[in-house]
Each structure stands twice: as C-alpha cells, then as structure tokens.
C-alpha cells in the first residue's frame, strides 16, 4: 500500500518493525470508515509481506482509540434496507480484528489511554498489549444501548481473562484501568508514556531474535491451539510444527550460532 496516501495511519518501518499509528488525535482517533478501509488494506497486505515482521499499533496524541466515531457514517441512516446497509458497515469494522488475527506478523498494542468500543476490540486482537498507567479499556457497545460482545470481544476476552471477569466487563461496560488489566493478564506491563514505544520496541527486538519462520508459526500456532479440543491435538500441532522448522536453513544457522556462540544470521529459508 502506498503509506504516502494515508489520511487516518500513520505507518513508520523501522526494519522488519511497522509502527503503525492511529492519527485522528482531535477525536481521540476514534475510528470512521475511513480509517477502517485503510486498518483494512494495511492488515491485508501483510499476509505475504514477509519482510514486517513485528507490528506495534498505537494512537497519536491523549488516546489509543476511542471507539466508533458516531458523527461519521459508521452507523447507516433510515430507510429501505437499512440492516442490509448496516451489515455491510458491520462487517468491515468487524473484518479489521480477522485482519489483525490472521495475518503472521506478532501485533503489539501501546495502549496510551482510552481503548473504547472498537478500539477495546482492537486491543483485544493484538498479541501482547502494553499499557501506560492512563490506560482505560472498556466494552463501551454495551453502554450505547447494544450488547457488550462486537468485533470479537466476546470471543477475546473471556480466553485472555476467562469468562467470569469477562462477563463483569462485557455485561456492564465497566472500565478497567491499567492495575486492573495488569492484575488479570488483559497488559503484560505497565510502563510510562513516554517510555511506550521504546518498550514496545524493545519487545519487538527480543521477538526478532527468532528465526522468521519461527515466528509466524508461534503465532499461527497459538492460535490454532487456544481452540484445541484436547491437549492430543495441540500436541500433534506443535510436533509438526517444530519438524517442518527443523528442515529450514535458519534452524541450521541457529545451532550453528548457539555452537559458536554468535547471533545467528537468518535468511528465512
């Protein structure tokens, strides 16, 4: 995608690192159809965009995102066929979290603030998030008269916190501050705002140490298993897993450099 022509992101790559930022700080980068198409284009293109290897996801300015931007055309007018035109909207705010699931690349979030709405979703659907002690992520659908779970909070949430506090958030629209969300495992840490992206890329750093491959295949791995039926089949997942990487010239290079003791040189072959 031409980072050029962006009008809602801001996309920074720092090597195999994309920095990507909400930039719509005068609504606290509250999400409009705009911003969804290009959150969209950018999640999609990663798919075979082997050279980002890490993404770190923040907003700009007081907040991360703080939700729909109900004075946009993110909910549509009456009139015929309206929930027609209403699903469509739906299911392109809703695809980002698919986007942001399926594609190979570890998604850091730097929660900075608010985290609302679609922006809690979008939280939810990064790999780790790290939070500054501003942080407030809430389940704000269930507040503006619709139900808690949307854009796949109600399949996030209760697997990272599981179903009873998950239920408490979702069923109320309660916010939960960054103690809170550290104490239940929602932020890995807490950490200063203005030491936010120097943690996220100093994650971003020990996550590179990994051969490429390696790396796409935790992720692919993880989520395959957080839906296993049985300990059985996450075994055999893993097990083939781990044999197809042992085939590759970076595992090859990996022994070699623990031997040597050197940092390995990966080619991703």
Do not use: W
Request: charged share 20%; glycine share 8%; proline share 4%.
């Amino acid at each position: 995608m031409d980072k050029t022509k962006l009008t809602t992101l801001v996309i920074e790559t720092r090597g195999a690192v994309d920095i990507v930022s909400f930039n719509r700080p005068e609504v606290l980068n509250a999400i409009n159809p705009a911003m969804a198409q290009e959150l969209s284009t950018y999640f999609s293109s990663l798919l075979d965009q082997f050279s980002t290897r890490v993404v770190i996801l923040r907003g700009l300015g007081r907040a991360f995102c703080a939700g729909a931007d109900v004075g946009s055309d993110a909910f549509a007018p009456p009139g015929e066929a309206r929930a027609q035109r209403q699903m469509l909207v739906q299911t392109n705010y809703s695809g980002i979290v698919k986007l942001m699931r399926k594609c190979p690349q570890p998604i850091i979030g730097l929660i900075n603030g608010a985290a609302c709405g679609a922006g809690f979703s979008m939280a939810l659907a990064c790999d780790v998030r790290i939070a500054s002690p501003a942080a407030k992520l809430n389940a704000a659908y269930f507040k503006m008269g619709l139900g808690g779970c949307d854009m796949g909070s109600g399949y996030l949430l209760p697997r990272l916190v599981g179903h009873s506090v998950a239920s408490e958030f979702l069923m109320t629209g309660r916010f939960i501050d960054a103690e809170r969300a550290k104490a239940i495992g929602l932020v890995s840490s807490i950490v200063a705002e203005d030491n936010l992206l120097d943690a996220g890329l100093e994650l971003a750093e020990d996550m590179l140490r990994g051969s490429p491959m390696g790396l796409r295949m935790t992720k692919e791995t993880l989520n395959a298993e957080i839906d296993s039926q049985s300990l059985e089949a996450a075994l055999m997942l893993e097990d083939r897993q781990q044999i197809l990487l042992m085939e590759t010239a970076d595992f090859r290079e990996a022994v070699a450099a623990f031997k040597e003791k050197r940092s390995p040189v990966y080619r991703d072959r």
